[in-house]
């Protein structure tokens, strides 16, 4: 079982509809959990953390985070052909440990 | 804030040669660099995590003579890769971390390597 699990996609979601990207992960004592955005020839970014259960609203972004499922989700509102990238969760269960996803490919279709 | 550079962008060097990339994080104290690898349209692969003034940890799999990790400084990591051949030909991408728990990683905006 890998650590940290994501669709692959691809997720085609018409513009100005909401996305939702998910997330589930193996290791019940994670404490932190990010979202990165990487376009397509460059380096992720980082857009999101979250370390308590419950939603976590930034922008147009909202990161959910249940510990009980071991599930984290994104939403993006009102999206945007510029949101078309690749979307990975990651998870930190402890110290320097980092785990990604192997990303959710997102496409916003104008 | 938090912001992380490599240095060069891109390079393109001889099979057999050996290339060195750095990466500086330019506003934080990085106690924590990671470096990954990803070939087109595939995942990030974490080669190894390299903690300032220890010998880097590496992944399975990953050649620690061949891919020498340096961690000199709390804001200089370098990456350099030894006789290189063809298959090493990738995006080579650094983070850093303040090494603080829960802490997030910074990615630096990467380096394509083309090796002929």
């Known amino acids: 079982q890998k650590e940290v699990e994501q669709n692959s996609g691809p997720l085609s979601v018409p513009e100005g509809a909401i996305a939702s990207l998910n997330c589930t992960y193996s290791d019940r004592g994670s404490q932190s959990f990010f979202w990165y955005r990487q376009y397509s020839g460059k380096s992720p970014e980082l857009i999101m953390f979250i370390y308590s259960n419950g939603d976590k609203e930034d922008g147009r972004f909202t990161a959910q985070l249940n510990k009980a499922s071991q599930y984290v989700s994104l939403l993006i509102r009102d999206s945007q052909p510029s949101d078309s990238a690749t979307y990975l969760c990651a998870v930190n269960p402890t110290g320097n440990q980092f785990y990604f996803g192997t990303g959710t490919s997102l496409t916003v279709i104008p | 804030g938090a912001v992380v550079s490599q240095h060069p962008s891109w390079v393109i060097c001889k099979s057999g040669t050996s290339v060195k990339i750095e990466c500086r994080s330019l506003?934080?104290?990085?106690?924590?660099m990671f470096w990954y690898r990803q070939f087109p349209k595939q995942s990030l692969m974490l080669m190894a995590t390299s903690n300032e003034g220890s010998k880097a940890t590496y992944e399975q799999g990953v050649e620690k003579d061949k891919f020498l990790i340096n961690h000199a400084s709390l804001t200089l990591s370098t990456l350099t890769v030894t006789s290189a051949h063809p298959e090493d030909s990738s995006f080579y991408i650094c983070?850093?971390?303040?090494?603080?728990?829960?802490?997030?990683?910074?990615f630096g905006p990467g380096t394509r390597l083309t090796v002929t």
């Open positions: 506003d934080f104290q990085a106690t924590t």
């Open positions: 983070s850093a971390s303040r090494g603080l728990a829960g802490d997030e990683q910074y």
